[in-house]
């Protein structure tokens, strides 16, 4: 069974800056389009970035020109790097395939105080 483990959530300032790392344990990583999903209080769990094995992205627009995906195929990781955080980015971040094709972990907190 694929475990996603995501980790580097933290409370933040508005204007700040954070860096989310999520490990996959499949052996088909490589192939697949992952993406950064988030889910505040109250909300459904909503598509915030994907990136194709090929390294092609694509973003919400709620936080285009903000949050920048990678990944690292050798070593199984995908990244979020998310600046000039806003209040209403505060929610669990979690990754998993694009088509949400492995079960999903158990999140990262990011809470940014206005």
């Known amino acids: 069974q694929v475990q996603l483990v995501e980790s580097g959530g933290d409370l933040v300032q508005a204007g700040g800056s954070l860096r989310l790392s999520c490990a996959a344990s499949?052996?088909?990583?490589?192939?697949?389009?992952m993406g950064w999903f988030r889910q505040a209080p109250g909300n459904q769990r909503e598509l915030v970035a994907t990136i194709t094995s090929a390294g092609s992205t694509n973003y919400a627009d709620s936080v285009k020109g903000r949050f920048t995906i990678s990944r690292d195929n050798a070593k199984k990781m995908v990244y979020l790097q998310m600046t000039s955080l806003k209040p209403e980015d505060t929610a669990v971040y979690y990754c998993n395939s694009r088509a949400q094709t492995y079960s999903w972990g158990q999140g990262t907190q990011v809470t940014v105080s206005s």
């Open positions: 499949t052996s088909f990583f490589s192939l697949a389009t």
